[in-house]
Each structure stands twice: as C-alpha cells, then as structure tokens.
C-alpha cells in the first residue's frame, strides 16, 4: 500500500487494499505474535545459523504450511499423559490458548533463521525456563520438562508435523532423499535441547513414533486443552482462517490420537472443503508471514 511521504496513509486509499493491509497484520499477529517477521532468505550475512539457505530446513520452515504443521503438534503433544501434566499444571494457555504457538513459532524461527549465537541463546531459553516446570501429574508419576524422553517426544512430533504439512500442503514439493535430509538437519536442534534419542531420517522418525505410542493416551487435561487450541477466543477477522488451518491440522493426525481426543472428522468434507481451503489460505499466509 502506497503511503505519503509524511508516512500517513493516503486520504482515498484503496479500501481493497486497507483490507488487504488489516488482514495480513492480524494473521502474522495470530501465527507469529506482535512485531515478528520471517528472516529476509536472501539476506547476505557471514553467519547463516544452523542450517543456512541451502537446507532442506529453511525450505519447509519458511513455508506456510509451517503454520498447519505447528497446530498439529501442540495437538500431539497433549498425548503424552506427563508432557501434558507440565502444560496444565505450568502454562497459561486457558488466559493465553494462542500463546504456545506464539513461542514454539519464534523458537523455531530463530532456531532456523537466527545466526548460530541466536539459535543456541534461543536453546539455552528454553532449558532455563523447562528448570521450572517439574511436578507430579494426576497418575503419580514425577515429571521434568528437561526429561531427555520427553524432550525427544516434543521434538519428533514438531519434525513429524512439519513434514507431513509440507508433503500436503507445501508451496515447493521435497523428494524423500530431502525429507531425509531434513529430519537429519533437525537432529542438530534435537541434540542441543537434550532430546534422546534422535531419529536422523523418515525412517527412523516413524519408528521412535511407532516406539513411543503404548505411553500416548488422552486425559482430561489433554481434551480440555484440545478445546481450547480448536475453539480458541479469537477476534472474529481472524477466527475463520484460523478454523481452516486447525481443520487442516487435524486432517494430518493419525486415526487412533483422533478418536483418543474425541475430534470429529468428516472425510469428505476434509477432502472437498478443508484441503482446497488450507491451500489457498497457505498460498495467503505466504504474504501475511513477510514483512509488510
């Protein structure tokens, strides 16, 4: 949108484009949080971080469908019965339901985009504030955020989402061999935060999957979380675009964590309606994540 040189909008601006404008802030404020922008890819710098351009890691996490692949695994997440205890009994996502995706967002990014001091101060965080969320959850069993098992749970649910968001719902499709690549990448990360273990392709991400299934049930502090992140109170601009990426996010889960968490699904609604929908607002979303 053009502006004056004074930097005041313009008296007869575009009404289409003032939309335009409201919408893309609410929906990067919504994804990302006040005041974030994704890294500037082409930006030249003598430290590219963890990763760098070239990496399977920046192609799936500066794409939108990061976005679907995020919700999916904070619903994951409420599976395990002890992550889930450190949720509920330490976060404050009944006052703030879109807060954790707010964070485990700029994790990611600087984690991904930051220079390597950045992603490694971002790791050094999240294991301070993870000091403090121990406990004992509603079976009796003590629990620590720092756990290296359920670090790695964490951990492989966010690879496992991003990558399935970025199979269905990618801007630019990966080759197996770059999705292998990709899971390798992110073991950097893994290792960092202490996760154990760490799977380093498809493969053996499937099978720690596969491994850690028979802990994974819902509680009722899971279920009452899942409301929350599918029926959160949004402003209303931003509540249907929302709506379509938790439908998307949920087409995602498995049959058995869906039916653990009671979700509804309508397959021929999901195929026709919610598909078609999560990638046209994808293809938004690619706008809504740049710097205005």
């Not at 990067?28 to 399977?56: C, E, K, Q």
């Not at 490694?120 to 509603?138: D, F, I, P």
């Not at 929350?228 to 087409?251: D, K």
């Not at 964590?257 to 699904?265: G, V």
């Amino acid at each position: 949108m053009r502006r004056g040189e004074s930097g005041e909008m313009p008296l007869f601006a575009n009404p289409l484009a003032v939309v335009r404008s409201q919408l893309q802030q609410s929906l990067r404020t919504m994804i990302v949080g006040p005041g974030t922008t994704v890294r500037d890819l082409n930006a030249t710098r003598s430290d590219v971080g963890l990763f760098g351009p070239t990496s399977a890691t920046w192609v799936v996490h500066a794409d939108a469908s990061m976005l679907i692949g995020g919700i999916r695994a904070l619903l994951m997440q409420t599976l395990h019965p002890l992550a889930m205890a450190g949720i509920a009994q330490h976060s404050a996502y009944r006052e703030d339901p879109i807060g954790r995706l707010h964070r485990t967002a700029g994790y990611v990014g600087t984690t991904t985009f930051g220079t390597t001091a950045e992603a490694k101060a971002a790791v050094r965080m999240v294991k301070k504030v993870h000091r403090r969320v121990v406990g004992t959850a509603a079976d009796g069993r003590p629990y620590s955020a720092n756990d290296p098992h359920l670090l790695g749970w964490v951990h492989h649910t966010l690879v496992e989402s991003f990558y399935l968001a970025h199979q269905r719902y990618g801007a630019s499709p990966l080759s197996s061999d770059d999705f292998d690549r990709y899971v390798d990448e992110q073991a950097i990360v893994a290792k960092l935060i202490g996760s154990e273990p760490v799977a380093h392709s498809v493969g053996q991400l499937e099978e720690r999957m596969a491994q850690i299934r028979p802990e994974l049930k819902a509680t009722g502090q899971a279920r009452n979380a899942v409301r929350f992140l599918l029926l959160p109170p949004l402003a209303l601009q931003v509540l249907p675009a929302y709506g379509v990426l938790a439908s998307a996010a949920v087409g995602l889960m498995p049959s058995w964590a869906r039916r653990e968490l009671r979700i509804a699904r309508l397959p021929l609604t999901e195929r026709f309606a919610v598909r078609p929908a999560a990638k046209i607002l994808t293809q938004t979303l690619g706008w809504a994540m740049s710097a205005p």
